[in-house]
């Protein structure tokens, strides 16, 4: 069995195909002798209680609170994407046309995402201006947006 892979996954798909190769397994023993560890950014995540916490704390409205925790997911997959983005570029053993294709459809994963962020953000101005937030609220808002 042959798995072709690159990136952050190369080591745990080599370490199952060396499993696979010294003695046939099911996959139950595979999986038992699968090992995963977390970097200290993965740990520290893990350790977050809600990011969303602070949102819904606000004293705002729930359309505005859903609102915000869905420009705060889209910024995180756009960050995630761009990532990926610098890591095919970097990644010195892939082919010219691979890493072309890759980057083409992660390109095309960023306008998309950019562009449910604009709207997003067009739809909660327009959302704040139709609630009639306090002034107060409304800079609850725009910090939790940029936040």
Known sequence: MRIQSTGP????VEGVQRQFNAVEQ????????????LSELGKSMAAKPDENEDIDGSDLPQAIKDLLKMIRELRAQ???K?????????DQSLDPETKRQQLEA???E???LNSALTTAN?????????NGLSSEQMQTAATLAMG
Do not use: D, F, H, W
């Open 122 to 130: 067009a739809n909660l101005i327009k959302l704040m201006r139709e």
């Open 106 to 108: 992660l390109q095309t």
């Open 82 to 90: 761009q990532a990926q983005v610098e890591a095919i570029m970097s």
């Open 9 to 12: 996954l190369n080591n745990l």
């Open 26 to 37: 099911t996959p139950e023993q595979v999986r038992e002798g699968l090992r995963v560890s």
């Open 78 to 80: 756009i960050v995630e």
């Open 110 to 112: 960023l306008a998309s």
